[in-house]
């Protein structure tokens, strides 16, 4: 394999002006603390948050009065009075989710005589190879530079702040924070800001360090510190909060927050800056250098300092392969930034949030936004990253028995559309178009049969993935009812946040077995047949029973436009250009709809999607363009790509859908942060396809904008990574190897255009192939 040859400066962020909003700030996270960095020269801003820092506790998650509810919606369906159905249904309408909340801020006020800064040599980036934030600037014949990194082996954010002329550097440092909080600092050169109010309590601790007999450290009775005339000084940022599970009240939590702050400072003694910075680059790069990619052989960014903002606006003319990587890589970062073993799971805007109360609250919701977010964590090899997901759907089964016993009378459990840190699972408040829908729980059940089809992790299927669906499938084995032509059905139903035009004529949104509902349950049902037959269960009553209902299950139909049917009859719909796709789940990221097994309904989708358009949120984007790569379809999936890049401005952000903001958060607009995961996810499967027995070789690569180049280090299920090279637009060269010591030997089809050649791979050995698939070559690992 040909060496990939992305330089530095294609995996920078940048920027040559201190920001002027909050999404031109740069982000760094470890997961569980996040930093947003403005990089002012006068005055420098960065702002905190903190994973577990919510509004609420423990609620109660059930409704005695659904059931009647429940009684009467599904008799109107019955009846065919779709709309007085939809009326009905809000009935079952339960509260609004929490909202995730900020920390604060560290606050610096520097102290140089000649404010008169040469703004030509004001550089601000984000480096993705280092996971690290920097700023540099001149002020006179003094070099200005400061590092900003998030530490997840340490579980600190570090800033080193220095001048390279002697005693150079003098600043002011203090915490801050709009939730209500005091402050203190103390003669170790410490400030530590704590919550006051009720809730989950939070205490942040700063921790200053300076150049060894150079300049003075000044504690203030405003609980500020000044530092003048050193010649560097380094910052150390830890936090805690009162939250110990989704299902502890933080009043009864016996957690000291500013005990834990100042232990992990103890502990942080032993190390200098640069043991630190070392610690954090060997754990990133440990998960960030798994994955590589070249789109070009020649990449169109010199090595003059581009904006990255100016690199957005000139896209849609020069469309850049440099800019789809950084993009690419970008989404890697972000999620290596806000989920980690151990950390909750990457919310509505990852880990990212300047207000009291966020848009949408910040929470993740359970119809397409949370699953989007890991998408592209297995086939862009950060399969560690989906750990707090498992834990958080964990979480959701136990309050969602809760639910389904109280609300539906049924076994198992389930969780709806929206959901927050206490793992909410009753319906969301308001109309039942977005808050009646039953299948939050189940599309996040396919998470764990995915995993173990990329991993082949046994233990995880016996210990984790296979209790979790197992109790998804009792819920949907008792939420499916007796329907017409001897097929089962779910009722009542909709398709997430669209409506429809019922046979009278009236908007509805209720009805019955919906194509979503049917595709997820479709997807479940096959995952937890294929888990059994690894583990030895296919004997087993429940499976027996799957196997039964699998059969009744309402299949996917045609429309008569020849657009793929989003509900069970044929309605009229009013917004044929709605964000959602929800009946194409079966094509992606289900596996229902294929091009090799159902090529009538893989014809429809095309439909469909042409249907929908182009328009739409940053993550509406994201998800057509992996649905046209599952089509082959490389210049529509290419397309969207493109779509996604323009650059918004936030001081108007109601004259955009989608698009990038300079510091390239995706938007929907505002800030969502699933658009970042989606765009890796859909690259991911532009250049690779697999199933567990099949490999699909750049399937949907646009030729003429990507002719040369390489991608290293993906994931094919099997858990077998791949690396390929390709050259005019041709298949170069192929690497496929596996560390799976169970499966000694196994077997994988490789397709390549119209071509299939049947490949034994061996552990431990890599296998080349030619662009014609027609030259096996073998190398020892």
Same mark, same amino acid.
């Given at each position: 394999m040909a060496e990939n040859n992305i330089s530095n400066s294609n995996l920078k962020v940048r920027f040559s002006g201190e920001a002027r909003h909050w999404t031109d700030a740069l982000p760094i996270g470890n997961g569980r603390l996040g930093g947003m960095v403005w990089g002012g020269v006068l005055s420098e801003t960065i702002n905190l948050?903190?994973?577990?820092?919510?509004t609420g506790s423990p609620g109660n998650y059930t409704n005695p009065d659904a059931p009647k509810a429940l009684s009467e919606v599904r008799k109107l369906v019955n009846d065919g009075k779709y709309a007085e159905a939809t009326t009905s249904a809000v009935k079952l309408s339960g509260e609004g989710s929490n909202a995730y909340q900020l920390l604060g801020d560290i606050n610096f006020k520097f102290h140089e005589t000649d404010v008169k800064y040469d703004e030509t040599t004001y550089r601000?980036?984000?480096?993705?190879?280092?996971?690290?934030?920097?700023?540099?600037?001149?002020?006179?014949?003094?070099?200005?530079?400061?590092?900003?990194?998030?530490?997840?082996?340490?579980?600190?954010?570090?800033?080193?702040?220095?001048?390279?002329?002697?005693?150079?550097?003098?600043?002011?440092?203090?915490?801050?924070?709009?939730i209500p909080h005091r402050t203190s600092a103390n003669a170790q050169n410490q400030i530590v800001m704590e919550k006051t109010e009720d809730g989950i309590k939070f205490s942040a601790v700063l921790d200053l360090r300076i150049s060894d007999d150079i300049g003075t450290i000044t504690v203030f009775e405003d609980n500020k510190i000044k530092v003048e005339g050193c010649d560097w000084a380094v910052i150390l940022l830890v936090a805690s909060s009162s939250f110990e599970d989704p299902f502890t009240n933080p009043s009864d939590s016996k957690k000291d927050t500013t005990i834990d702050c100042l232990n992990n400072l103890e502990q942080l003694k032993r190390y200098s800056f640069e043991q630190l910075y070392s610690r954090h680059l060997d754990d990133y790069h440990n998960l960030f250098h798994r994955v590589s990619i070249n789109l070009s052989k020649s990449s169109t960014l010199k090595d003059s300092?581009?904006?990255?903002?100016?690199?957005?606006?000139?896209?849609?003319?020069?469309?850049?392969?440099?800019?789809?990587?950084?993009?690419?890589?970008?989404?890697?970062?972000?999620?290596i930034s806000c989920s980690r073993p151990g950390t909750q799971p990457a919310n509505l805007q990852g880990i990212w949030n300047d207000k009291v109360y966020p848009p949408w609250d910040g929470a993740p919701h359970l119809n397409i936004n949370l699953q989007m977010n890991y998408w592209h964590s297995l086939p862009c090899s950060l399969h560690e990253?989906?750990?707090?997901?498992?834990d958080f759907i964990k979480n959701l089964s136990v309050n969602g028995s809760k639910t389904a016993k109280v609300n539906y009378e049924a076994n198992g459990w389930v969780a709806h559309q929206v959901s927050d840190i206490w793992a909410k699972t009753s319906p969301d408040r308001g109309e039942a178009v977005w808050a009646l829908w039953p299948m939050g729980g189940a599309w996040l059940c396919t998470h764990l049969w995915e995993h173990y089809s990329y991993t082949m992790n046994k233990e995880f299927l016996a210990e984790i993935a296979y209790p979790l669906l197992e109790g998804c499938v009792l819920f949907?084995?008792?939420?499916?009812?007796?329907?017409?032509?001897?097929?089962?059905?779910?009722?009542?139903?909709?398709?997430?946040?669209?409506?429809?035009?019922?046979?009278?004529?009236?908007? *509805?949104?209720?009805?019955?077995?919906?194509?979503? $509902?049917?595709? %997820?349950? =479709?997807? !479940?049902? @096959?995952?937890?047949?294929? *888990?059994?037959?690894?583990?030895?269960?296919?004997? $087993?009553?429940? %499976?027996? =029973?799957? !196997?039964? @209902?699998?059969?009744?299950?309402?299949?996917?139909?045609?429309?008569?436009?020849?657009?793929?049917?989003?509900?069970?009859?044929?309605?009229?719909?009013?917004?044929?250009?709605?964000?959602?796709?929800?009946?194409?789940?079966?094509?992606?990221?289900?596996?229902?709809?294929?091009?090799?097994?159902?090529?009538?309904?893989?014809?429809?989708?095309?439909?469909?999607?042409?249907?929908?358009?182009?328009e739409g949120p940053g993550w509406s984007t994201t998800w057509k363009a992996a649905s046209w790569a599952r089509l082959h379809n490389s210049e529509r999936a290419y397309q969207m790509i493109k779509h996604l890049?323009?650059?918004?401005?936030?001081?108007?952000?109601?004259?955009?859908?989608?698009?990038?903001?300079?510091?390239?958060?995706?938007?929907?607009?505002?800030?969502?942060?699933?658009?970042n995961f989606g765009f890796s996810a859909?690259?991911?499967?532009?250049?690779?396809?697999?199933?567990?027995?099949?490999?699909?070789?750049?399937?949907?690569?646009?030729?003429?904008?990507?002719?040369?180049?390489?991608?290293?280090?993906?994931?094919?299920?099997?858990?077998?990574?791949?690396?390929?090279?390709?050259?005019?637009?041709?298949?170069h060269e192929l690497r496929l190897?596996?560390?799976?010591?169970?499966?000694?030997?196994?077997?994988?089809?490789?397709?390549?255009?119209?071509?299939?050649?049947?490949?034994?791979?061996?552990?431990?050995?890599?296998?080349?192939?030619?662009?014609?698939?027609?030259?096996?070559?073998?190398?020892?690992?």
């Amino acid at each position: 394999m040909a060496e990939n040859n992305i330089s530095n400066s294609n995996l920078k962020v940048r920027f040559s002006g201190e920001a002027r909003h909050w999404t031109d700030a740069l982000p760094i996270g470890n997961g569980r603390l996040g930093g947003m960095v403005w990089g002012g020269v006068l005055s420098e801003t960065i702002n905190l948050n903190d994973d577990t820092l919510w509004t609420g506790s423990p609620g109660n998650y059930t409704n005695p009065d659904a059931p009647k509810a429940l009684s009467e919606v599904r008799k109107l369906v019955n009846d065919g009075k779709y709309a007085e159905a939809t009326t009905s249904a809000v009935k079952l309408s339960g509260e609004g989710s929490n909202a995730y909340q900020l920390l604060g801020d560290i606050n610096f006020k520097f102290h140089e005589t000649d404010v008169k800064y040469d703004e030509t040599t004001y550089r601000r980036e984000l480096d993705l190879d280092t996971a690290t934030a920097k700023v540099t600037y001149l002020i006179g014949e003094v070099e200005f530079t400061r590092q900003h990194f998030a530490s997840y082996p340490d579980q600190v954010i570090v800033s080193k702040i220095s001048g390279n002329k002697s005693g150079s550097l003098s600043f002011t440092v203090f915490l801050d924070s709009k939730i209500p909080h005091r402050t203190s600092a103390n003669a170790q050169n410490q400030i530590v800001m704590e919550k006051t109010e009720d809730g989950i309590k939070f205490s942040a601790v700063l921790d200053l360090r300076i150049s060894d007999d150079i300049g003075t450290i000044t504690v203030f009775e405003d609980n500020k510190i000044k530092v003048e005339g050193c010649d560097w000084a380094v910052i150390l940022l830890v936090a805690s909060s009162s939250f110990e599970d989704p299902f502890t009240n933080p009043s009864d939590s016996k957690k000291d927050t500013t005990i834990d702050c100042l232990n992990n400072l103890e502990q942080l003694k032993r190390y200098s800056f640069e043991q630190l910075y070392s610690r954090h680059l060997d754990d990133y790069h440990n998960l960030f250098h798994r994955v590589s990619i070249n789109l070009s052989k020649s990449s169109t960014l010199k090595d003059s300092y581009v904006p990255t903002s100016d690199r957005i606006k000139s896209f849609k003319t020069d469309e850049d392969p440099s800019l789809i990587e950084l993009l690419f890589q970008y989404g890697r970062y972000l999620l290596i930034s806000c989920s980690r073993p151990g950390t909750q799971p990457a919310n509505l805007q990852g880990i990212w949030n300047d207000k009291v109360y966020p848009p949408w609250d910040g929470a993740p919701h359970l119809n397409i936004n949370l699953q989007m977010n890991y998408w592209h964590s297995l086939p862009c090899s950060l399969h560690e990253c989906q750990e707090p997901l498992f834990d958080f759907i964990k979480n959701l089964s136990v309050n969602g028995s809760k639910t389904a016993k109280v609300n539906y009378e049924a076994n198992g459990w389930v969780a709806h559309q929206v959901s927050d840190i206490w793992a909410k699972t009753s319906p969301d408040r308001g109309e039942a178009v977005w808050a009646l829908w039953p299948m939050g729980g189940a599309w996040l059940c396919t998470h764990l049969w995915e995993h173990y089809s990329y991993t082949m992790n046994k233990e995880f299927l016996a210990e984790i993935a296979y209790p979790l669906l197992e109790g998804c499938v009792l819920f949907l084995l008792d939420w499916l009812i007796e329907g017409k032509d001897e097929y089962v059905q779910t009722n009542p139903s909709t398709s997430p946040e669209h409506m429809f035009t019922a046979p009278d004529g009236q908007p *509805a949104s209720v009805s019955y077995s919906s194509t979503m $509902d049917m595709s %997820i349950i =479709k997807e !479940v049902f @096959s995952a937890i047949i294929s *888990a059994a037959q690894v583990l030895g269960k296919s004997e $087993d009553d429940l %499976i027996k =029973k799957v !196997v039964e @209902s699998q059969s009744k299950l309402y299949p996917t139909q045609i429309a008569k436009d020849g657009s793929i049917m989003e509900w069970a009859q044929d309605f009229v719909d009013p917004d044929v250009h709605h964000r959602h796709i929800s009946h194409l789940f079966g094509l992606f990221p289900g596996h229902t709809i294929t091009l090799e097994e159902t090529p009538e309904l893989c014809k429809a989708a095309e439909v469909t999607l042409n249907n929908r358009g182009e328009e739409g949120p940053g993550w509406s984007t994201t998800w057509k363009a992996a649905s046209w790569a599952r089509l082959h379809n490389s210049e529509r999936a290419y397309q969207m790509i493109k779509h996604l890049f323009d650059l918004v401005d936030p001081e108007n952000e109601s004259n955009y859908e989608g698009g990038l903001y300079s510091n390239m958060f995706t938007a929907h607009p505002p800030f969502q942060i699933d658009a970042n995961f989606g765009f890796s996810a859909a690259v991911a499967e532009m250049l690779i396809q697999s199933s567990v027995t099949d490999i699909y070789l750049i399937p949907a690569l646009p030729r003429d904008k990507w002719r040369n180049g390489s991608v290293e280090g993906l994931k094919a299920r099997g858990n077998v990574t791949v690396s390929i090279s390709w050259s005019d637009g041709d298949l170069h060269e192929l690497r496929l190897w596996s560390d799976d010591r169970e499966n000694q030997r196994f077997t994988k089809t490789i397709h390549y255009n119209d071509m299939s050649v049947v490949a034994t791979m061996l552990t431990g050995t890599v296998y080349t192939f030619d662009g014609k698939l027609r030259t096996v070559k073998t190398a020892s690992l």
